[in-house]
């Protein structure tokens, strides 16, 4: 089974990363873009789906400081076909059906 991970920052913790990438936007010709964060997205194959939570928590994520979400592909799915944000689901409802959030939900 495939999976997607998201990890990302938790609201209020520093992402310098994001703020070198907002920074530099505007020199690129990017105005009216702000609140970046900058993540990774990790693409698995899981015999065991009910550990992916148990993977972010002790490998893949710090629970302290990160987020994740994690997206149990179907077999119509195809990461390889979508652009990473659309197959992450970013800029959609993160509680949408086929997903589930870890890492603690509030900052």
Same mark, same amino acid.
């Given at each position: 089974?495939? /999976?997607?991970? *998201?990890? +990302?920052?938790? /609201?209020?913790?520093?992402?310098?990363?994001?703020?070198?990438?907002?920074? =530099?936007?505007? =020199?690129?010709?990017?105005?009216?873009? !702000?609140?970046?964060?900058?993540? +990774?997205?990790?693409?698995?194959?899981?015999?065991?789906?009910?550990?992916?939570?148990? *993977?972010? $928590?002790?490998?893949?994520?710090?629970?302290?400081?990160?987020?994740?979400?994690? $997206?149990?592909?179907?077999?119509? %799915? %195809?990461?390889?076909? +979508?652009?990473?944000? $659309? /197959?992450?689901?970013?800029? !959609?409802?993160? /509680? =949408?059906?086929?997903?589930? !959030?870890?890492?603690?939900?509030?900052?």
């Amino acid at each position: 089974m495939k /999976a997607l991970v *998201l990890i +990302r920052p938790k /609201a209020g913790i520093l992402d310098p990363q994001g703020k070198a990438v907002e920074r =530099a936007l505007p =020199a690129l010709g990017f105005e009216g873009v !702000s609140h970046v964060r900058v993540g +990774r997205l990790v693409e698995l194959e899981a015999d065991d789906p009910d550990r992916l939570d148990q *993977l972010c $928590e002790q490998l893949l994520a710090n629970p302290l400081i990160e987020d994740y979400e994690i $997206e149990v592909l179907t077999g119509d %799915d %195809d990461p390889a076909g +979508r652009g990473a944000e $659309e /197959a992450a689901g970013m800029g !959609s409802d993160p /509680a =949408a059906p086929g997903r589930a !959030s870890g890492g603690g939900g509030g900052p």
